[in-house]
């Protein structure tokens, strides 16, 4: 039997699938096809009728597919879930049943790694995911070899094979926690690695599709831990450990509890039953054009949950799975996929449609060939960007002629096709308005006068005046230059100085008037809510004999911070402002605020001037104390948007106000104000205490021993607490907003860290070769977490005690060995230790801690995760308030350690020592 490790036919291997006989009809048609009423028709599932039945029925099975065998595992039967596996033979179609020596299970995956199906986790017969890791030998059918040391217990997740690795995402682990982990399984090395991606990270879910395109991993829907569908799309870069959303445009799916997705043909297919109108439907995601588009839509019946796809030459098979009535299907249906042809072939043929109209159907169907049309197309007066109008003929009449008494034939037309603009280009009428602006803002003695008058009668376009101060040409053509880099060398050196500098991927139409809200037409106006209504747009809580807020929509709650009547709460202010990103993007909120500094005109002239100027002086107050309090929380995106405000409206109503902005935003974000962790100016009341260092630590070979144990305590302090002030509070936050870059760059740092230090410890115990010079590391050990301990810092004493109670140590016998000879060493073992398994005893001891201190970060995070898990985002569709409330309590409650400092000298060739060893894969040499 020949096996193939990647095999050319997809297979769907989901569970809490729901797909119907009609929805599989368009799952194997060609990515583009659009099949007329008739043609659907034809396009059947019909039984296999010449293959016999399964020997069980079974749904929420996994697969594996090779060149002439399927072979399909475990599953839900109708009574208890089922422990064998049963092959189908495609030429012969004929089943047999393979006893395995294997816990039963459901919600489980299967991938072909070689010769091996390799089978991960799923619920057992007590309904607890498991924490094992079988590989079944097809080719010789020898049986199965367990991993034991499997480090997640977890059901409903995905796994895909890359090469020499598998990666698995996701799923509900012990006590039904639903997770967003993505784990790495090294097949070589028989290892597993947790990946801690950067970038837009997907949430908690289950049940959601994974597979791999051309070495990426994506991730689409799912549901998540609160039994809400999702329908959001995201890729993982492994070269780069990055997450990003994946570029889509057109109707996007609606979201669906039940999904099913496979990938072919460079196309994602997705089968859903739509919620609101009970209909299957099937949307297809074309990664030529990144767009999505529905060919399928039916009220029929019929569904398949928990079913297995599979296509195999030009044929679709369904196996297994629950049908509409809740009866197992032990039948196989099949279906013949249709011959392909381009979507203009069909519509040059079906439609009548005029050869001329096929540039029109390819701008629009590939925004990429648009896009770069548009990047390399001559000036056009009044052009705007690339469309075309596409006729059909509608059919032939005839007219007479009176003047020369004939009757002619005329074709009847009508216009057919959509314009095909690309969002992104800049007309050319905005590119000579553009030059024109920066023209006239540097028109020093008028030298450019000419120059503009000269451009507005050659090209017809008429310069209109903008109230800006700066001109925008500059930071477009950053942006490009930046885009441009090694490539080109055609702008001047000079030519963006004192810029403030924005993201690379800034899109160029962020920086024109009128663009700064992109959603603005699904949005309702601040001041177009109408007035505060119970459940529907606010909802309060009486405590202490006060109304306060319990919840409410993104405009009463921005009402909230800006009332027209009395002062702005800063209160109110500091929760808004330190927890918006756990629900809306800093740009939302920023175009929010801008909203309420516009006031509508009102009848009585007197009180809208009135109101007017009230709303300016508080609007500018919140964005200061916004740009003073949160700098470090704003994105290059949201700053650029501020920046428009300031230069435009604000700037031509009230001067005064953006003077003041400007130089607030200025000092705080274009001279980089000092960061939150840089503590180089702060003058102590005490003498720091001297460094106790002697001849060796000026040695290029400096080792462990020949530092003191108290100075690389002191060391590790200043190290640990640099990126523990850095912690930005969306880092805490489960489930941060999509629009953050780089969500927990400086916690991942101190969980390297923790990593590093942990190793480093193990190994040079381990690599130790006399039970003498275990006990001195250890001994070592013990005494640089006593002086954390009195130091206060718990983050590194954690993480000393995880490595020194961990199985690798415990295995040496080194701990027993200083139990029976160093009683005083093992005591202070015990009494450390102690803070870190008990947990009340440990926070009981950080109530009472002064600053300066380092908490553990692994109980900070659980304490979020909790006020997570505990409150809802949303009450009745209204932001809850009240949750961000007890975020903002646990931020100020770190927030008193993070302004402290510890009081002591850095000595850098410590430092330096310490940061080599944590990368080093070497184990040092002590002696």
Known sequence: MTLQQNSPAPVLNRTFNYASLQTLQALGSRSNKRFTRAEEEQQLLEE?????????????????????????????????????CVSFHFASKTWKEIPLSIKPRWQHTTVLYKNFAVILGGLGEDGKPLNDLYFYDIASASGCIEKKSIPLAVAGHSAVVLEDEMFVFGGKGLGSRTNNLLWKYDFGHDAWTQITGDGLVPSPRYSHCMFQREGLLYVYGGVDGYGRPLNDFHKFIPSQTTWDTVEQTGPTPPIAEYINGVYMNNSFFLTLKNRRTNNIEIYELSFDTRRWSRFYNSSESGSYQGSIIVTKDRLLYIFFGLTSSDELNTSILKMSLPTTKTEVEENVEEEGLNRSAWLGFAMRNHPSLLELRERTRIYQPGGRSFSQKVWRTKGLKEENDIDKGKTREIVELYHLSERTDSKSALSCNTV?????????????????KKTVESIQEESNVLYVREPYTQSRLLSILRIAMKRLKGKSNIFASDLFDDLPHYE???????????????????DVNIWEEGPEVHRKNMMRLKVDGQMI???????????????????????????????????????????KIVQRYNVPVLPD??????????????????IKFWIEKYHEDLSERCVASILSFIDGKLNNEWAQHAKILKATLTKYVFNKAKASNDFSNVIFAVTPPEPIVNQKIFSRHLKLFDVNEEEIARQLCLIEFKAFASIRPHELFPRAHDSIRNKS?????????????????????????KMKLKVKIVEYVIKISEHLRNNNNFETLFNMMSALTSMSVHKTGVLMEIQFKMKEVYDKFLELRNIVNDEKYYRDLLDKTKPPAIPSLEYALLDFEFIDNSYPDNINNLINF?????????????QKYKQTPYNFQPVHQIISYIQKRLKSNEPEKLV
Not at 50 to 58: H, S, Y
């Open 48 to 84: 296999l009728k010449e293959a016999k039945a399964p020997p069980d029925g079974r749904y929420s099975l996994s697969c594996i597919f090779l060149e002439k065998l399927a072979f399909f595992f475990f599953g839900k039967g109708r009574k208890s879930l089922l422990s064998s």
């Open 432 to 448: 000579l308005q553009l030059i024109m602006e920066y023209l006239s803002v540097h028109n020093k003695n008028q030298i450019y």
């Open 504 to 522: 690379e991927s800034l899109p160029i139409y962020d920086h024109l008037s009128g663009r700064t809200d992109l959603d603005k037409d699904h």
């Open 549 to 591: 807020i319990r919840a409410g929509t993104l405009n009463k709650l921005v009402e909230a911070l800006l009332p027209e009547q009395g002062n702005w709460d800063v209160s109110f202010a500091k929760v808004l402002f330190s927890t918006h990103l756990s629900f809306v993007s800093s740009e939302k909120l920023l175009s």
């Open 605 to 622: 002239e007197k009180a809208y001037l009135a109101l007017k100027e009230t709303m300016a002086k508080k609007v500018c107050d919140v």
């Open 745 to 769: 760059q400086n916690i991942n740092e101190i969980n390297d860290r923790r990593r590093d230090l942990k190793n480093w410890i193990i190994s040079n115990i381990e690599n130790a070769e």
């Open 882 to 894: 009240q949750k961000r409330i007890a975020q903002n309590k646990l931020l100020v409650g770190l």
